[in-house]
């Protein structure tokens, strides 16, 4: 059977993260596999830092990347993405009572992880925040914990995932849904060209969406 190779940058819980016993779990992970089962593949995970992830795919040291990864006009310059496979969008969130509005943000210092969306969002649109650049969420949520930065700017699911575990940190203004950089969802990244892969993710997708499987792996880590 064939071996696909996925990398992805697993601080990014509930689509990927690093379990107690090592292991790199989460919603993309268990999609990757129901998928890779669909197509008599064999799926193995690499965690890599995020702004690394489509350079070594175009290097060939992977064949695809499921990382929460938003399809955008500027990531399909450089590869191919499955179709969408989840409606994505973004959260501010800050220290409970301390940020209003987004608005409230002008000024102030907002983390972000390196080569995301977030990151070109802010820098792009808010040109008035300063964003603090980060190699992990985790570190920016610490951070944020600790006073040394405003607000947090992530994937609603993830940015939902820490207000469950942090009873002093609160959502700020809604959701944003900017097609440009997020409101397109999530997809698989593969090489310019690999439009194998592509087709049979796409027919792998098609097929875990009608026969239950993808809804019963959505509602696993997306409880409402
Ligand atoms: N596994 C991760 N750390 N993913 C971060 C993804 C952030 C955002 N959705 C993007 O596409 O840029």
């Not at 690499?46 to 006009?73: C, W």
């Not at 608005?103 to 070109?120: D, E, F, I, M, S």
């Amino acid at each position: 059977a064939q071996t696909i190779r996925f990398a992805t940058e697993a601080s990014y819980p509930p689509f990927e993260f690093v379990d107690s016993s090592n292991k790199i779990q989460g919603f993309d992970v268990d999609l990757a596999n129901a998928l890779c089962k669909e197509m008599n593949a064999t799926c193995t995970f690499t965690n890599q830092a995020f702004d690394s992830l489509i350079p070594s795919l175009k290097f060939r040291r992977f064949d695809a990347v499921m990382a929460g990864m938003d399809i955008t006009p500027e990531r399909e310059k450089q590869v191919l993405f499955s179709k969408p496979y989840y409606d994505n969008s973004a959260l501010f969130i800050a220290q409970k009572g301390k940020v209003a509005d987004v608005a409230a943000l002008k000024g102030k210092r907002v983390g972000v992880q390196n080569g995301t969306t977030h990151q070109k969002y802010l820098n792009d649109q808010h040109a008035d925040i300063t964003t603090v650049p980060y190699d992990s969420y985790q570190n920016a949520v610490l951070d944020l914990k600790n006073g040394r930065i405003d607000a947090v700017f992530g994937d609603t699911a993830v940015v939902n995932e820490w207000l469950k575990q942090n009873a002093s940190l609160a959502a700020v203004g809604d959701k944003v849904t900017d097609k440009a950089y997020f409101g397109t969802g999530l997809g698989i990244a593969v090489r310019q060209g690999n439009t194998d892969l592509q087709a049979k993710f796409n027919a792998a997708l098609d097929k875990v969406k009608a026969d239950g499987t993808y809804k019963t792996i959505y509602s696993k880590w997306f409880q409402q």
